[in-house]
């Protein structure tokens, strides 16, 4: 409930904000030429979102979307800044004009293209189940009768509910604000399997050497996507349009190898 009542509630924001911009503009799409104008691009993100987005032991905001998002500015010509968003109220930040886009591990789904203008996919991803090593769960059906931890207003709600039999078979579902919270709580037992993305927890397991693995058995395939309101047209097809040259000059590979190893991304594929 609560998340359909937030979904209507920003459908609605932003059908009013496009409503207002094209008034004011006489339905012209000056997205590209306001932000160079403005001289400032605003991401916002998750700052807990690890490998994408998320903060380093100085406090600075890091990751592979940023990264990428830093070069987009910079070819853009404007400066770029990382706003921290509440991850469940991200569309009504970006309508009410808060922020430029999401970029942060956002799944594109079809519900969301209908309020959003989005890149093309640039990275592929999977909603897994994070479990304690130590757990003795092998399978889905292991978990039945178990409680699940998630993100709140994240896909992993989404892929929950497309496996409907197994969502059926769990005793509880908890919403966390954020991934690492989850994962904290599945440490100590407070869930015994957490769902996000496969990107983000196969990092999180390598980088901080806790003791969790993934279930081979895999909820839904996806894909990233960079989301702008749904007439900023004209910016989206520029960002785009960089990302692509960016991939043909060797810089994405050199971004996703630094954080991934190699170059993982889909980018003009």
Do not use: H
Request: with cysteine; proline share 2%; charged share 25%.
């Amino acid at each position: 409930m609560k998340k359909t009542v937030v979904f209507v509630i920003a459908l609605a924001a932003l059908v009013s904000a496009a409503f207002v911009g094209c008034k004011k503009t006489g339905g012209t799409d000056n997205s590209l030429a306001d932000l160079k104008a403005r001289g400032e691009f605003v991401l916002g993100l998750d700052d807990s979102f690890p490998p994408m987005g998320f903060r380093d032991e100085n406090n600075e905001i890091v990751g592979f979307d940023i990264d990428l998002a830093k070069e987009v500015a910079n070819r853009l010509g404007v400066k770029f800044r990382a706003q921290p968003i509440n991850w469940d109220a991200k569309e009504q930040e970006l309508s009410t004009g808060n922020i430029d886009c999401i970029w942060n591990g956002l799944t594109i789904t079809e519900e969301r293209k209908a309020m959003l203008s989005f890149s093309k996919p640039y990275l592929a991803n999977e909603q897994i189940v994070v479990i304690r090593k130590n757990s003795g769960i092998k399978t889905l059906a292991d978990l039945a009768g178990k409680t699940i931890g998630l993100q709140a207003g994240s896909s992993a709600a989404d892929a929950l509910d497309e496996a409907a039999d197994f969502k059926k078979s769990l005793k509880n579902i908890v919403e966390f604000k954020e991934n690492i919270t989850a994962l904290n709580d599945l440490e100590i037992g407070g869930v015994d399997g957490v769902v996000m993305d496969s990107i983000v927890a196969n990092y999180s397991i390598v980088t901080t050497g806790k003791p969790f693995t993934v279930l081979a058995e895999g909820l839904a395939p996806e894909n990233y996507g960079i989301a702008f309101r749904k007439n900023d047209v004209k910016l989206t097809e520029a960002v785009q349009k960089l990302l692509e040259e960016m991939k043909a000059d060797g810089t994405v590979e050199k971004i996703s190898t630094k954080w991934f190893g190699s170059d993982i991304t889909v980018i003009g594929k």
